[in-house]
C-alpha cells in the first residue's frame, strides 16, 4: 500500500466524469456503505465444501462451474440493519456473471443492496484489483467501505472500515461488532475523522519503513 502510485497516475490526472452506477437517488441516507463480498459477507468456492448453505451454476468462458456458498454468521440482520441507515452498495473484485447470481440469491428484490459494482469498475495495479472509491460518483466525505483486503481500498484508506477475513468460523460475530460503529459513522458530516481515530490505518501505513 505505501508503494501505491498516486491514483492520478492510475486514473488520470482529471478527476473522474464518468461513474459505474446512477447518482445518489435524493431520497436516499446521506451516508454511502460500500461492502466487500468475497471472505466479507460470504465464502464462496468452486471445490465443494462442508455444509454449503448455498449451491448455484454459473456459466464461465464456456465453461459450466458449480459455487459452494456459506454466509457470515448474522449476515441477514447486519444487512436489514445497515439498509436502513446507509445507501448500500456491493462493491467486488470478483466477475459480474458470479457475484451478480449470488446476490441474486441474497438480495432477490435489491431490498438490502441498491447497487452492485464488479470487477470492470476496479483499477489494476501490479495486478491486483483495487477499488478507487471515486468510480462511484460520491463524496468521498459521505462513502466508506468494508473489506477484509485493506490494500483493496489503500487509494483511500481513511474511507476503510478493516474487517476479518472470514471462511467458516461458525462463531464469527464481526458482523454484529461493527453495528455500533457503524451507527455512529451514520450520523457524521465526513467520514474520515470517525474512521481514522478509529482504525489508524493511514498513520500505520505512513510508518511503515519501505524495505
Known amino acids: 500500500i505505501k508503494l501505491l502510485p498516486p491514483l492520478s497516475k492510475v486514473i488520470g490526472p482529471k478527476p473522474r466524469t464518468e461513474f459505474c452506477i446512477p447518482a445518489k ?87 438490502y443492496i441498491q447497487h452492485r459494482v464488479f470487477r470492470e469498475s476496479c483499477v489494476c495495479v501490479d495486478g491486483n484489483y483495487l477499488k478507487d472509491l471515486t468510480v462511484l460518483g460520491r463524496e468521498l466525505k459521505t ?18 472500515i478493516p474487517i476479518e477475513s472470514w471462511f467458516d468460523d461458525e462463531n464469527d460475530t464481526e458482523l454484529l461488532q461493527l453495528l455500533p460503529f457503524l451507527k455512529q459513522l451514520k450520523n457524521q458530516k465526513n467520514v474520515a475523522p470517525l474512521i481514522k481515530q478509529t482504525f489508524g490505518l493511514q498513520d500505520f501505513i505512513n510508518n511503515l519503513p519501505l524495505n
Do not use: M
Open 143 to 160: 462513502t466508506a467501505i468494508i473489506d477484509n483486503s485493506v490494500q483493496a481500498f489503500g487509494f483511500q484508506l481513511n474511507n476503510g
Open 25 to 111: 437517488s435524493p431520497n436516499a441516507p446521506p451516508i454511502t456503505l460500500c461492502l466487500d463480498l468475497d471472505e466479507t459477507l460470504v465464502h464462496c468456492s468452486i471445490e465443494p465444501i462442508e455444509n454449503p448453505e448455498l449451491k448455484f451454476a454459473v456459466n464461465f468462458n464456456g465453461v459450466d462451474y458449480d459455487v459452494y456458498v456459506r454466509t457470515r454468521p448474522y449476515l441477514e440482520s447486519f444487512l436489514r440493519e445497515v439498509s436502513q441507515w446507509f445507501e448500500i452498495i456491493v462493491f467486488t473484485a470478483s466477475q459480474q456473471v458470479y457475484a451478480d447470481k449470488l446476490l441474486d440469491i441474497l438480495d432477490p428484490n435489491h431490498k
